[in-house]
């Protein structure tokens, strides 16, 4: 840059609709993809993309750059983090509640800037700068912010914009595919959580923000996601979180509540069961809208995925046809109270314990102080399209369904046990399931009821799929 300056330095928070011949100095903490646009006078073709400038905690502007194709090579250079000097912008009043704020970042500042075609400029600045370099890391908002709970519970949240710290659980590979236009667009999944919940897919479109996630690490990268878009995906019937030209990333942020979360991040159980209990202990099942009868469910259930963490969340209506025997020998399984793994048989010890080596009650000589009794029992579902052999059900849709704890049911006499297993096996019934989907290592699928609800015939009949797809 030359000594001598025409221009003057303004901060953000200092803008004048006024002003002139200014410069802005501030680091680069959102980029939008180049978006095409088409003048419908004249059919020319411009490119546009807003840069999300900060230059102290409380000051955040958005500059938009409308460039012709020649000039996006320059642009590209400029990355998310990067210290810039924008010369001679153009100072807009921004119109609050615009259907522009509804496409671009969210920002302090009361005007907008946009680039003037031969006067104005972006220099990088290449000497250090603490003060603009630390405020890359605090996050871009400072409160409102919801957990992963919060997300996967609240059905009324799907449509809209929400902020939150999360820990990376693990970084899927870039996927490509073709849009409505034909052109080649890109998506990464990436899987986050918290202390509240063990997995969020997150859906990022942007290649800013999928070249940012090449360096993200599991258990280690901790992210705050301002304005980032809740979703729900009818097949999984799951909640997920995907970007948008909204979105501001801030990595490695600084906050109090990171420290405990960086913490969390070392211990937290990604174990399937681990999943299948947050989803068994927030299950609201009104929500689950998914029908499939026994004959498309064991289709889901033939073609191997690449998860190995696949659920597939689904009702059935039909019968039960055989139960566990529940009546004379009640079948009770042993599970750690504090890994919520199932005890196994250890031979040198001699008895049942944990066998998970990252537990801290791996073989524990007195396996007895923390273990959790419950039920483990087997069914078989039948409706008119075939049967589900051996099916899993869940310790805590059995209590549900009987209406008492295992200790409670354990004192109950064999008569009173045999009269609830019949009622069991007579009833109408929808079933919600929990699928663990097979996966490419050979893996088979694991059905697991999770909810059990008597229901009427006439239900049966109006919500049961037809017998064989169309």
Not at 231 to 239: M, N, Q, V, Y
């Amino acid at each position: 840059m030359s000594a001598h300056k025409p221009w003057k330095r303004v901060p953000i928070g200092g803008l004048q609709s006024t002003m002139h011949d200014i410069s802005i100095v501030a680091v680069i903490i959102g980029k939008t993809e180049y978006r095409k646009v088409v003048s419908k006078s004249d059919g020319a073709v411009k490119y546009v993309c807003t840069l999300t400038l900060r230059d102290s905690p409380h000051d955040i502007v958005n500059y938009t750059v409308w460039m012709e194709r020649e000039a996006l090579e320059l642009l590209s250079s400029f990355k998310i983090g990067n210290i810039i000097e924008l010369i001679n912008p153009r100072i807009i009043q921004r119109d609050f509640g615009s259907t522009r704020d509804n496409y671009q970042p969210s920002s302090t500042s009361q005007f907008n800037l946009m680039n003037v075609e031969g006067r104005t400029r972006i220099v990088e600045v290449n000497e250090d700068n603490y003060e603009l370099q630390s405020i890359f890391y605090q996050p871009s908002k400072s409160s409102n912010y919801l957990n992963v709970m919060d997300i996967l519970k609240c059905r009324q949240l799907v449509g809209r914009f929400v902020d939150l710290f999360v820990g990376v659980r693990s970084v899927g590979p870039v996927k490509s595919f073709l849009n409505k236009e034909g052109e080649e667009r890109r998506v990464r999944d990436v899987k986050l959580f918290d202390e509240t919940a063990s997995c969020l897919v997150f859906k990022i479109w942007d290649e800013n923000l999928i070249a940012m996630s090449d360096s993200w690490e599991p258990r280690v990268t901790i992210l705050f996601l301002a304005d980032v878009k809740v979703s729900f995906d009818e097949w999984r019937c799951s909640t997920f979180i995907s970007s948008s030209s909204k979105t501001i990333i801030t990595e490695e942020p600084v906050s109090d509540i990171v420290d405990s979360l960086r913490g969390y991040c070392q211990v937290a159980n990604f174990s399937t069961s681990s999943r299948l209990d947050s989803i068994v202990a927030n299950l609201v099942p009104e929500t689950i809208t998914q029908v499939h009868n026994v004959y498309s469910l064991n289709l889901e259930a033939e073609s191997p995925v690449q998860d190995k963490d696949a659920l597939l969340i689904s009702n059935i209506y039909g019968y039960i046809t055989r139960i566990s025997d529940i009546d004379e020998h009640v079948p009770i399984s042993l599970r750690c109270g504090y890994c919520s793994q199932l005890y196994k048989s250890d031979q040198e010890l001699g008895f049942q314990c944990c066998q998970n080596m990252d537990c801290r009650e791996y073989r524990s000589e007195t396996p007895e102080k923390h273990a959790i009794k419950q039920f483990n029992i087997k069914l078989d579902i039948t409706d008119e399209t075939g049967t589900l052999i051996a099916c899993n059900f869940r310790h805590e849709a059995v209590e549900r369904y009987l209406g008492t704890k295992i200790d409670n049911f354990l004192k109950l006499s064999e008569v009173t046990r045999k009269d609830l297993k019949w009622e069991l096996l007579m009833a109408p019934m929808r079933l919600t399931m929990a699928v663990l989907l097979p996966t490419l290592d050979k893996r088979s699928a694991v059905f697991t009821v999770i909810h059990a609800q008597e229901t009427s015939l006439q239900e049966i009949c109006a919500k049961m799929p037809n017998p064989v797809p169309i």
